[in-house]
Structures are given as C-alpha cells and as structure tokens.
C-alpha cells in the first residue's frame, strides 16, 4: 500500500542545534516531494518541491534533499522562529492531479 | 487583497444546523481544492475543481457539498454532521490542477456540538 511518513512525530532542538527530518514514502512513479511549513493557526506555507533523486533544494537554514525513498530536511543552527510543523506530500503517478500528505513533524526549537 | 481567503475562521455548529465555509482566491488560478486536517491525521484532499469544474471527490459523505461558481470561489456546504466532522478545512489553490506549489487559506476551525 502507498504510503508517506514522517519521523520524528515531535522534536525538540535548542537555539543552534542543527537537525533533520524525515519523510519516507513507498509509492510508484513519483512525480514529486513538496515540503510546506504550518504555524499553528495557519495553512500551510509551500517550502521546497523536489523532483528526482540527488536533488537539493536551499533556503535560509533549510535544505532538502532527496532519495529513491525518502526526503530530508536538513536545519542548520535553527532559531525559535523556525519552530512549527513541517509537511511533506508526495505527488505520483497511481494519484492523478493529487497530492498525498505525510502526518508531519512538530518541530520546537528553545531559545 | 491578495492570496487565499477562507471566512469564518471559526464556527461552532450544532449537528442539524446548515451552514457553509467560503474560500476565495486572488492569485488567478484555474484550480481549487477542500482538505481535512483532524489532530494528528495528515491533510486529507476531499475535493477538486479545475476550471470550476469537480474534477475530485475523495469518497466524502454527502453531509459535504462543495460548490464552485467560478474559478476564484469555493464554498463547503455543511448539513446533518458528526461530531468527528471536527476539524479545520483548508482550502488551496494552484495555478493548474496538480500544480505545485498550492497555496493555502488559514482555514476554518470547525466544531459539531
């Protein structure tokens, strides 16, 4: 069965603490892996698209990156501000037009 | 104004009422689509309009009735819910469908007495 993963469910990093997030997917012909960014309150806000394997993407402290199986996102020295929950979606071809979604990770980085 | 409006922000409903979430976009896209966020379940996709046309309908109980009048408004006509219908409603839109990115109203937190 088809399906998009995340780890860890929550993390938890001080001010300064790089780390990375996973997202892991098991489906056929992927068309592409979108990152988004969702503050509480909020919708999500669009990242990173990533589309073949080896291909990184860069923005302020975060970088993407992407394998046959799976996507990290890699945040370097992070800040209070880049505390919220990051989504991955995936995009294949057995979905049409649409988008699958991971569950998240809830990322809370302490002054 | 720009970006993707959803009004109200918040609604608390009992479960006979009927009432209905709005969604408007200012970008110019062709393509609009409804999602569930429930706690701790990812974004479910429940419908998609292409040129004001449903393109999509995610298996979604007829509680639910979507409306597009043109490509800039989306409306989720809700009637007879559940209490597990709670959730917040996001609405997206993107240039085409199954374009990337999709941008994202702040959605409506919705909550079945």
């Known amino acids: 069965e088809d399906q998009v993963t995340q780890s860890p469910e929550a993390l938890r990093l001080q001010e300064g603490e790089s780390s990375s997030l996973n997202c892991s997917y098991t489906?056929?012909?992927?068309?592409?892996l979108f990152w988004y960014r969702q503050d509480p309150g909020k919708g999500p806000e669009f990242l990173f698209t990533?589309?073949?394997a080896g291909e990184e993407k860069e923005k302020e402290r975060l970088k993407a990156t992407l394998t046959k199986k799976e996507s990290f996102l890699h945040i370097t020295a992070p800040k209070p501000e880049d505390s919220a929950t990051y989504l991955c979606?995936?995009?294949?071809?057995?979905?049409?037009?649409?988008?699958?979604f991971g569950p998240g990770t809830r990322l809370s980085v302490l002054p | 104004e720009t970006g993707v409006t959803q009004t109200p922000r918040h609604l608390v409903m009992g479960m006979t009422n009927k009432k209905s979430l709005k969604c408007e976009q200012h970008?110019?896209?062709?393509?609009m689509y409804w999602y569930k966020q429930s706690a701790k379940k990812p974004l479910e996709l429940m419908f998609v309009?292409?040129?004001?046309?449903?393109?999509e309908n995610n298996s979604v109980p007829s509680r639910f009735s979507p409306e597009c009048p043109n490509s800039s408004h989306l409306f989720l006509h809700l009637h007879t819910l559940q209490p597990e219908d709670s959730a917040l409603y996001l609405c997206?839109?993107?240039?085409?469908?199954?374009?990337?990115?999709?941008?994202f109203g702040d959605g409506t937190r919705l909550s079945i007495l």
């Open positions: 997206a839109s993107s240039d085409r469908i199954g374009n990337q990115p999709q941008h």
């Open positions: 990533l589309y073949s």
């Open positions: 970008l110019g896209h062709n393509a």
């Open positions: 979606a995936v995009q294949a071809e057995n979905y049409g037009q649409n988008f699958v």
């Open positions: 489906v056929s012909g992927l068309r592409g």
């Open positions: 309009y292409n040129f004001k046309e449903q393109t």
